[in-house]
Nanobody
Framework: QDQLVESGGGLVHVGESLRLSCKTS????????VGWFRQAAGEAREKIGC??????GPDESANGRFTISRDNAKMTVDLQMNKVTPEDTAVYYC????????WGQGTQVTVSS
């Protein structure tokens, strides 16, 4: 059974850093594109960034503060969040592509000012 399990969420303060991790199992991570999305309360889910199966190094998000990386040997996909703001408060989801989308259960990140 394919599984993605996020961890590392919690309460942080403005300007701090936080690292989320997604542990995968049940499939060969190296064969899939992966990424991170987030959903704030009352908002649609939005993409932070993705790395293709044959992607090179870490993928930096459009906002320039977040970086996604993958370790195929450890079966993990990480999201490094720097200089967080209250607008980063959301549930963060790990995603895997392929024949169908696979999602984790999400982890809550709350940024306090």
């Amino acid at each position: 059974q394919d599984q993605l399990v996020e961890s590392g969420g919690g309460l942080v303060h403005v300007g701090e850093s936080l690292r989320l991790s997604c542990k995968t199992s049940g499939f060969s991570l190296a064969n899939y594109g992966v990424g991170w999305f987030r959903q704030a309360a009352g908002e649609a889910r939005e993409k932070i960034g993705c790395i293709s199966a044959n992607g090179g190094g870490p993928d930096e998000s459009a906002n320039g503060r977040f970086t996604i990386s993958r370790d195929n040997a450890k079966m993990t996909v990480d999201l490094q969040m720097n200089k967080v703001t209250p607008e980063d408060t959301a549930v963060y989801y790990c995603w895997r592509g392929g024949d169908y989308d696979q999602w984790g259960q999400g982890t809550q990140v709350t940024v306090s000012s």
